[in-house]
């Protein structure tokens, strides 16, 4: 059973301290080693009951210290058990010494590691915990291979050995578990970037409750639990009016689809009025398919001031294209002082303009890893390389509430808002479509407009986004998801706020 996933992520500087605390508060670390290997030990009972044989991989540190306790456990159960050592045992110290002498003297079969080593059963990964920072030896990375190539399967001990906790990339080389134990405190390269590939399942053991509360954690795990209330519930008096006025502007010539899904999104998430402001080719198209909407054709900037004097909150992007005529209504829809959401070709455009940009706190900004890499004028491979680098830098860049969307998306905002940022452990590959980022930008328009603060606004339509595309998976399948199918999807988690 994995306990419940904590509130908080920490990063690798702060898991240790947390570890020390622990310690110190008077739990030993032996003891810490024996509850970590037991919680890993019942992971794998639970996926592979039947194996009834066990293959440790242990390094030099503590991580090794519990693949030796796991292969200890596995051996008074009855198991077949072989572990294999990249690092001479005796050259261990403190508590990973002496989990190697308790698995000695339990009799657990101890041998140095080769090439040509014959694994059998499951593989138990312990040769590399959230300390690595650097490359991947050489030893190690042959290890990692040969492990990659077997065709057993993995359970990875805290994190899969090579993967970098805080960013979520291999170093070098990385085990492709099945499944990943990680220990006390959740670790963001689990979430994001490649993590979710590499850790497969995820099992959380917290190992002592409560966790020290005076250790800072470094990011905010979305849940509905603290932000299903940002959306307050609706009086039967209500009017339209009180759920405010949105405006949609993009839909460039032969790009009507964005908006479309866009505007679609924002009527079924709340929104009291829609208007869409749009070429004219996309009136009659739009019209057809959302007749609630209010549609405008636009050709140029004099028609869109009225449409801005009027509504409440703004999308701008989805279809705009990069033309004069996109680049006009850009500029007129920086200038107003609107709650609003960037996405899509405005932020293209953005990153052609002077910096900084200064776009203040009532703005949220959505780009995937290309757009943010053109924002902040490095590679796509450098913004996935530290994710949480790259949207912090957009924040200090822009001024204002930052979604980078993408495997574990993360939100963060000014630190006036005083909160931390957020990273969203929810969706799954089958999101990986066109249309998905519109879909969120009218969600989150919709929020804006019925006055959600745009920080808690940002982080609420991210998760619900993530949950809707979740439940729609677990109801098709994640091969062949459309982005219009997840509009109904949105509109019901946001009418189950109470479900945790």
């Not at 996926?47 to 306790?69: E, F, H, I, M, S």
């Not at 009507?256 to 829609?274: R, Y």
């Not at 609003?340 to 890893?369: C, K």
């Not at 830098?393 to 001024?399: A, N, Q, T």
Request: aromatic share 4%; net charge negative.
């Amino acid at each position: 059973m994995s306990d419940p996933l904590p509130l908080w992520v920490h990063s690798r500087q702060q898991t240790r301290q947390l570890d020390a605390a622990l310690i110190s508060s008077g739990i030993a670390g032996i003891e810490l080693m024996q509850r970590a290997a037991q919680a890993a030990w019942q992971a794998l009972l639970a996926r592979w009951p039947d194996a009834g044989c066990v293959t440790v991989l242990c390094g030099a540190g503590n991580n090794a210290g519990d693949g030796y306790l796991v292969a200890r456990l596995a051996l008074a159960a009855g198991w077949r058990v072989q572990v294999w050592t990249l690092s001479a045992p005796e050259r261990l110290d403190g508590d990973a010494a002496a989990a190697w002498r308790q698995a000695q003297q339990a009799g657990v079969p101890i041998a140095g590691w080769a090439a040509d080593t014959v694994f059998d059963g499951v593989l138990v990964d312990a040769l590399l915990g959230t300390g690595l920072s650097g490359p991947v030896r050489a030893h190690f990375a042959e290890a990692i291979a040969a492990v990659n190539r077997s065709a057993c399967p993995v359970l990875a001990i805290d994190v899969p050995s090579g993967l970098d906790a805080d960013r979520g990339v291999p170093l070098g080389a990385a085990v492709q578990a099945d499944v990943t134990v990680t220990f006390i405190a959740l670790k963001l390269g689990l979430l994001t970037a490649q993590g979710p590939d590499l850790c497969g399942e995820l099992v959380y053991a917290a190992l002592a409750d409560p966790l020290p509360p005076d250790v800072p954690a470094s990011l905010e795990l979305l849940g509905l639990s603290r932000w299903k209330e940002c959306l307050p519930s609706r009086p039967r008096s209500a009017h339209k009016g009180r759920f405010g006025h949105l405006l949609l502007v993009g839909g460039g010539p032969g790009m009507g689809g964005a908006i479309m899904l866009a505007a679609e999104a924002a009527l079924c998430s709340g929104a009291g009025k829609v208007t869409v402001a749009t070429s004219a080719e996309h009136v009659a198209p739009l019209l057809s398919r959302c007749p609630e909407a209010m549609v405008r054709a636009v050709t140029d900037g004099r028609e869109l001031a009225p449409l801005l004097a009027a509504a409440d909150a703004l999308v701008l992007g989805p279809g705009l294209g990069r033309s004069a005529w996109a680049e006009q209504l850009l500029s007129l829809c920086l200038d107003a002082a609107l709650p609003r959401v960037l996405d899509a070709d405005a932020l293209n455009l953005m990153a052609q303009r002077s910096r900084p940009m200064g776009l203040g706190e009532n703005t949220v900004v959505t780009p995937h890893p290309a757009e943010a890499a053109r924002l902040l004028q490095c590679s796509t491979a450098q913004v996935q390389g530290d994710r949480l680098d790259a949207v912090l830098g957009l924040v200090e860049l822009l001024g204002c509430h930052v979604v980078l969307k993408g495997a574990g998306s993360l939100v963060a905002s000014p630190a006036s808002a005083l909160l931390l940022p957020a990273v969203c452990g929810a969706g799954n590959p089958g999101m990986a479509v066109g249309g998905m980022g519109d879909v969120l930008s009218g969600l989150l328009g919709a929020l804006l407009v019925q006055r959600v603060p745009a920080a808690q606004a940002a982080r609420y339509a991210v998760l619900v986004h993530a949950i809707a595309g979740d439940q729609l998976a677990g109801d098709v399948g994640e091969v062949g998801i459309r982005a219009g199918e997840m509009i109904p999807a949105i509109r019901r988690v946001l009418n189950q706020r109470g479900v945790a």
